[in-house]
């Protein structure tokens, strides 16, 4: 079973209007995980596998349009998924 940690996780900068996000999420253990980016409508905008250095990684956000967006990090290995809101501009 995955458990959800809404606290876990820190964004930075948000909100941003430039093409890289960075991650720190307390959830990740093995190195890798999996980041979904949703649009605000539920739609997956970005989907990828990220190597997290320790519990920090960065993310391409250039193809993103302006707008509001939930990121959920999962880790690989336990299953733990975080989630926060994103707000992406131009």
């Known amino acids: 079973m995955f458990t959800t940690q809404t606290s876990s996780m820190q964004l930075f ?3 941003n209007n ?3 996000v960075y991650l720190k999420a ?5 190195g890798e995980a999996h980041v979904t980016i949703y649009s605000f409508d539920g739609a997956i905008a970005v989907s990828e596998d990220v190597s997290f250095n320790g519990q920090n990684a960065s993310i391409q956000t ?5 707008g509001i967006y939930v990121i959920t990090v999962q880790d690989k290995t336990t299953g733990m998924r975080s989630t926060t ?3 992406h501009m131009d």
């Open 13 to 15: 900068p948000n909100p």
């Open 18 to 20: 430039g093409d890289l």
């Open 26 to 30: 307390g959830n990740v253990t093995s």
């Open 62 to 66: 250039n193809k993103l349009i302006q």
């Open 85 to 87: 809101r994103y707000v």
